[in-house]
């Protein structure tokens, strides 16, 4: 049954991964992995977005999970450090931001499998 919860986390998913994108326009001359990774800052904040709703949702319902909450957590931490870094240009913020992306996904991983309705 699709739910708000599969929507939303289908959106976060998707819109983390097309960021994630930015991460190999270094290794390959594709003009579509250039496009994606023109738009990785609009991503990562669609994902962010949909992460709040996907919690705010939950929260309504009653159904706040941990993993979700540290999930969230990790994907704020992520955007916070890329944004920090893009106006202070501080180079370990930048080396943290793009350690925090695998992070992240690992984070999303377990959130699905501990809460799946599967």
Do not use: D
């Not at 599969?6 to 819109?15: D, E, K, P, W």
């Not at 994630?20 to 992995?33: A, L």
């Not at 709703?53 to 929260?59: D, E, K, W």
């Not at 955007?79 to 793009?98: C, D, E, N, Q």
């Amino acid at each position: 049954m699709i739910t708000i919860y599969s929507i939303t986390g289908s959106l976060i998913v998707l819109f983390f991964l097309l960021a994630s994108i930015n991460g190999v326009k270094q290794f390959t001359e594709s003009k579509v992995v250039a496009a994606i990774a023109k738009q990785h800052r609009i991503f990562g904040m669609l994902a962010t977005l949909f992460a709040f709703i996907h919690m705010g949702y939950s929260v309504s319902q009653g159904q706040l999970r941990p993993t979700g909450a540290i999930t969230l957590i990790s994907l704020l931490a992520t955007g916070t450090l890329g944004m920090l870094f893009a106006t202070k240009k501080k180079p370990w913020k930048y080396i943290v931001h793009r350690i925090m992306g695998p992070v992240t996904v690992v984070f999303i991983i377990i959130h699905i499998i501990f809460n799946s309705s599967f």
